[in-house]
């Protein structure tokens, strides 16, 4: 089956650092990748769509300038939260999809868990 | 109004019972539906991918999809402790991106 990694798994990290997130598609080429937020108890948020070497596109009310991502290749995508601060501490997922028409399948990364000290 | 709309839960039940899973949608544009089981503190995982109305069934799993209705149900057979987890569903339109119902947790005691 299609495996998504993420690296980190779980970081700790003072207020004001950079954290990046990797997410790799290990057996496919993903044209789409996604990334997500979920707090305890709550579903997925998605925050940015990317494809590959285009610029990602955010949802409403998220900070492209605090969230950068950068889909470089077809099985390589980062998510870079800048300026970390408390209240970005959350599990962040990625997804990515084989994106050919009609498939819409995502596969998910096993999270990263940010605590922002 | 939320788009996908998922019984919220908790549900528990006996080891050996049938599970029913629900969602409600309000956008007639949805063609694909998902089924994802996610354990604690991982990422989710998918069951079930269907295109439009219909049946499919993958060992205890079966998932239904009913358009008119609007309507989808992952039904698990002979359910496990292991299948304690929460389920989420999902839908997308041709554009790939996918909204999610809220998860419904379930807890299957031994």
């Known amino acids: 089956g299609a495996v998504v990694s993420q690296h980190p798994s779980r970081v700790i990290c003072k207020s004001g650092t950079s954290v990046k997130i990797e997410c790799r598609s290990l057996?496919?080429?993903?044209?789409?990748m996604f990334w997500y937020r979920q707090f305890p108890k709550q579903s997925l948020m998605l925050m940015a769509t990317s494809n590959e070497g285009s610029k990602a596109t955010y949802e409403q009310g998220v900070e492209k300038d605090k969230f950068l991502i950068n889909h470089a290749s077809l099985t390589l995508s980062t998510l870079t939260v800048t300026s970390a601060h408390p209240e970005d501490s959350s599990f962040y997922i990625c997804?990515?999809?084989?994106?050919?028409?009609?498939?819409?399948?995502?596969?998910f990364g096993p999270g990263t868990r940010l605590t922002v000290l | 109004q939320k788009e996908v709309e998922q019984d919220p839960g908790p549900l528990s039940v006996p080891e050996g019972a049938i599970v029913s899973l629900n969602c409600t949608y309000s956008n007639s544009a949805f063609q694909y539906f998902m089924w994802y089981r996610q354990y604690s503190r991982k990422g989710p995982e998918l069951l079930m991918y269907?295109?439009?109305?219909g049946n499919k069934e993958d060992g205890r799993f079966t998932a239904q999809v009913d358009k008119s209705s609007k309507y989808i149900s992952l039904f698990i057979r002979d359910s496990q402790p292991s299948d304690s987890a929460t389920y989420l569903c999902?839908?997308?339109?041709?554009?790939?991106?996918?909204?999610f119902g809220d998860g419904t947790t379930l807890t299957v005691k031994p």
């Open positions: 997804s990515a999809s084989p994106g050919a028409w009609g498939d819409n399948e995502q596969f």
């Open positions: 999902a839908m997308n339109t041709n554009a790939g991106k996918s909204t």
């Open positions: 057996d496919f080429q993903a044209t789409t």
């Open positions: 269907t295109y439009s109305s």
